[in-house]
């Protein structure tokens, strides 16, 4: 992959980071050893680092994949038991299972958003219509990577407002349906206005009324590109083969 610009994006095509992302998804889901799923937690956490993408390793991410964990040794009684109190036991698969699947959240929620996080919107829009993607549908994830922030925004400018106004939220179901009504619902409603301003800015500048647009920065994909993405589809091969290997050496773990 190539190097990461000072705007924080990184040189390669977005496409090619598409592909390179749906591969490691595959990769990432077909997973079933609990071994390389670590392996797989610590290269990515590493390419969060090399990248400073942040945002990412959240504490409402981590807690989620905790839970996801404690929930397996809970439920999962497969494999051999290594620990057992009354009607509460800890076995080999529930651990295994809890890894694996805690993994796959984890992985799956940081490569996505290091995607966003190192991709400019224009470059994607740019590079979805350079592969000949009509500009009404390119312009759609670029979009949605755009109100990303705002949304963001605006969520912390309602939680601000609402403190200000001395309401207080506890962690208790109450406090969540509270935490819904009166910080969600304005966030949305503000975040709609916003939208809609977009839509008729974008309509009075003729967007749609045209089939073909000119693009200022075409993206198109490199000879590099196509590397990197082989590069990665080889290496998912390769891990999904050694997943196997020890999926048959280790029954206990697969």
């Known amino acids: 992959m190539k190097t990461r610009k000072a705007d924080g994006t990184i040189g390669l095509n977005p496409v090619a980071k598409i592909l390179i992302l749906v591969t490691a998804s595959i990769l990432v889901i077909l997973i079933s050893s609990p071994v390389l799923m670590v392996g797989l937690i610590i290269a990515v956490l590493a390419a969060k680092q090399h990248f400073r993408t942040r945002g990412i390793f959240t504490k409402g991410v981590a807690g989620f994949a905790f839970a996801i964990f404690i929930a397996q040794i809970i439920f999962n009684h497969a494999g051999e038991e290594i620990w057992s109190v009354a009607f509460f036991s800890v076995t080999?698969?529930?651990?295994?299972?809890?890894?694996?699947?805690?993994?796959?959240?984890?992985?799956?929620?940081?490569?996505?958003?290091?995607?966003?996080?190192?991709?400019?919107?224009?470059?994607?829009?740019?590079?979805?219509?350079?592969?000949?993607?009509?500009?009404?549908?390119?312009?759609?994830?670029?979009?949605?990577?755009?109100?990303?922030?705002?949304?963001?925004?605006?969520?912390?400018?309602?939680?601000?407002?609402?403190?200000?106004?001395?309401?207080?939220?506890?962690?208790?179901?109450?406090?969540?349906?509270?935490?819904?009504?009166?910080?969600?619902?304005?966030?949305?409603?503000?975040?709609?206005?916003?939208?809609n301003s977009l839509a008729a800015s974008m309509a009075g500048r003729g967007f749609g009324n045209y089939s073909d647009r000119t693009l200022l920065h075409p993206r198109k994909p490199s000879l590099s590109d196509g590397a990197a993405v082989l590069a990665m589809v080889a290496l998912a091969t390769m891990i999904f083969q050694l997943d196997r290997y020890l999926s048959i050496d280790l029954p206990l773990f697969s």
């Open 92 to 195: 080999v698969g529930g651990i295994s299972a809890g890894i694996t699947i805690a993994g796959k959240f984890l992985c799956l929620i940081m490569m996505s958003w290091m995607l966003i996080a190192t991709t400019k919107p224009s470059d994607l829009s740019s590079s979805l219509m350079s592969v000949g993607m009509p500009y009404r549908y390119a312009y759609l994830p670029a979009l949605a990577m755009r109100f990303v922030p705002i949304f963001q925004f605006e969520l912390n400018s309602v939680r601000e407002a609402q403190a200000v106004r001395g309401l207080k939220l506890d962690k208790s179901v109450r406090g969540l349906v509270r935490s819904a009504r009166y910080t969600v619902l304005p966030m949305f409603f503000s975040a709609m206005f916003k939208v």
